[in-house]
């Protein structure tokens, strides 16, 4: 039972109570929420968080950035790709104190799992994904705020518009 709620909560099933559990579908308006409310939240904590960074979180976010890029670059461990990948974010925000709001981006992230995956898989964002990160970790160390969110907010949105680029020639193709 835990294995099913851990997939509902990824947005891969639903359980219905009696009825059991669903694959979902993969959703044009699913994908356009999640990553309109990732832009909107991650850009504020980010923006928040920029100014109380410190030596040691930067030190973290470029560990993480190595091992992520490390992934990506192999092919392998692509299981690990989203999780190295909020990690990484997770590193650049923790600096904003905003319990609150980093619970709702775990969850906005766990939901967009399957998507980022997807984008990085059957896109060309592996490439982009890792210049972005790199930038973007360049910014905040920078304490560059105004540039930082903006890189970020793209990112996201850049992100969120391949996948839903990429689901809609699927359902194309497929007659949907």
Known sequence: MT??????AQGLVHFEAHKGATATELSLSKIEELFNLRVLLEG????????KMTAVEIEQAREILTSFDEALDTGTRVEKW???NYA???TLYQAADMPQAMEI???????????????LLFTSGIDKAEQEHGDLLDLCEKGDKVA???????????AGG?????LQRQQAEQGL
Request: proline share 0%.
């Open 88 to 90: 990484f974010h997770e």
């Open 105 to 119: 981006i775990k969850q906005l992230n766990t939901k967009s799992d399957r998507y980022i995956r997807m984008q």
């Open 148 to 158: 930082a969110v903006e890189l970020l907010r793209k990112h996201i949105t850049e």
């Open 44 to 51: 504020h904590v980010l923006e928040q968080a920029i100014d």
């Open 82 to 84: 989203s999780e190295l």
């Open 162 to 166: 391949a996948i839903r680029d990429l």
């Open 3 to 8: 294995d099913v709620l851990q997939l509902e």
